[in-house]
């Protein structure tokens, strides 16, 4: 009779299966290595595989579920996925990864009610709302499971048809019948776009009501960095007309703030996403982050945006502006014109301030916002050129109260663009 094999003591226990129990077996799976064996998947494949950074983002999950698309259900959708930009397909791709475990038998227990799931795309902060999620539902006559868009009366949904591959409990790759795209996903992205290197200064100059902002920016030297954002999700500006910086009141001076603080309240007039105007008319979650917010952090610097007696309305916490006008809208860059300065409470305190209350003058109401070649001031210069902020004091003591003041406003006044422009950046 054979000796019974040898009991290993608890302290000889080979150190390989501590690490096989401590390291996620997800770490090491190459997801489209997983499917390559499996031919109906290989268009979804091509895919997966063409977007090599998703393998990075994946090898930091330990327990996903992968809803792949089958070669028969996929032709329909091969033109979609062609027009898109790389990071669109790679967008579109992180929605078919579920940031949850589910094996064959855990679907067929989701409860009727459903279950709402977060995908590797909500995780990158483009998905507005928690439209970057997914609702897994289950027909309890059919026990059919569903998979859809958290956003009511979304026209893109999947079911699920068969199991591919499971590796307890990393990983799960399901077959469904369509591919999915998240509620506001622009699909036409990749043929709309003009070519990247938009001059934003030029286009505030042509707008001929923004010609502080476009010297303010040439002066920070952030509007290259603006251009540089282009890409990607793109970028939406706020920009103040001239009249609106005009109306600031005395106890607010933008020139004497350090150059720092000047270049943090520009990228406060900025989100770092590409929104047309009925988006923002509809923007889902209303405080949104800018650019100013990723530098000094998060929850800071974010601006909240909703829609105010049939205007887009603009609320840095301290200050409200409407948009009234667009002067740029082609993505991936939407650039708008706004009533007031948009002020920072964390710079400029908490305290609401009053624009546009200047002895003897009134505030303009906020007008419907306009396209550019319907935008009334587009053919006129702006009635404020003459007198930007930090150029008005000095036109008043150089005047000495007297008639000189008016006829040194018409000067300038009669100046073009370019010269005004100038004349502002050297005082």
Not at 101 to 125: E, K, N
Not at 247 to 265: H, I, M, N, R
């Amino acid at each position: 009779m054979a000796p019974p094999p040898p009991i290993l003591h608890s302290r000889s226990t080979p150190i390989f299966l501590l690490l096989a129990v401590l390291i996620p077996a997800a770490a090491s799976i190459d997801i489209a290595s997983v499917l390559s064996p499996y031919p109906d998947f290989s268009s979804f494949t091509a895919l997966l595989s063409s977007t090599p950074s998703l393998a990075n983002e994946i090898a930091h999950r330990s327990s996903i579920t992968l809803l792949a698309v089958p070669n028969a259900y996929f032709s329909s959708s091969v033109d979609v996925t062609r027009r898109l930009s790389p990071t669109a397909l790679a967008d579109l791709l992180r929605y078919h990864i579920l940031l949850q475990f589910f094996s064959w038998s855990d679907l067929r227990r989701v409860p009727p009610a459903g279950l709402l799931v977060t995908t590797l795309y909500q995780t990158t902060g483009r998905a507005p709302s928690n439209f970057g999620s997914v609702n897994v539902t289950r027909n309890p006559a059919t026990n059919a499971v569903s998979i859809h868009s958290p956003a009511a009366y979304s026209p893109s949904n999947a079911t699920v048809l068969s199991l591919v591959k499971t590796i307890p409990y990393n990983l799960t790759i399901v077959s469904v019948n369509s591919l999915l795209v998240p509620y506001g996903f622009d699909l036409m992205a990749s043929e709309t776009r003009p070519p990247l290197g938009l001059n934003i200064t030029k286009a505030l100059i042509d707008g001929h009501n923004f010609f502080v902002a476009a010297s303010m920016l040439s002066a920070s030297g952030v509007v290259e960095e603006f251009e540089a954002d282009e890409g990607g999700a793109g970028i939406t500006l706020f920009v103040p007309t001239d009249a609106a910086f005009a109306d600031l009141p005395g106890t607010v001076s933008l020139q004497s703030l350090p150059a720092e603080k000047k270049a943090v309240v520009l990228k406060f007039h900025v989100l770092h996403s590409y929104y047309p105007l009925g988006s923002l008319e509809s923007i889902v979650n209303p405080v949104q982050p800018t650019l100013a917010t990723e530098d000094m952090g998060a929850g800071r610097y974010t601006l909240n945006i909703s829609r105010v007696n049939g205007s887009v309305a603009i609320n840095s916490g301290i200050v409200q502006a409407s948009v009234t006008q667009t002067v740029f809208d082609q993505n991936p860059v939407a650039i708008f014109g706004v009533s007031n300065v948009l002020l920072p409470k964390e710079i400029f305190g908490k305290n609401p301030i009053s624009m546009g209350s200047k002895p003897g003058k009134s505030a303009d109401p906020p007008r419907a916002s306009l396209s550019p070649e319907k935008s009334p001031d587009t053919e006129a210069q702006p009635s404020h050129l003459s007198s930007p902020p930090g150029i008005r004091e000095d036109i008043k003591s150089a005047a000495g109260g007297g008639g000189g003041g008016g006829g040194l406003r018409i000067l300038l006044s009669s100046l073009p663009p370019s010269c005004t422009v100038l004349l502002y950046l050297l005082v």
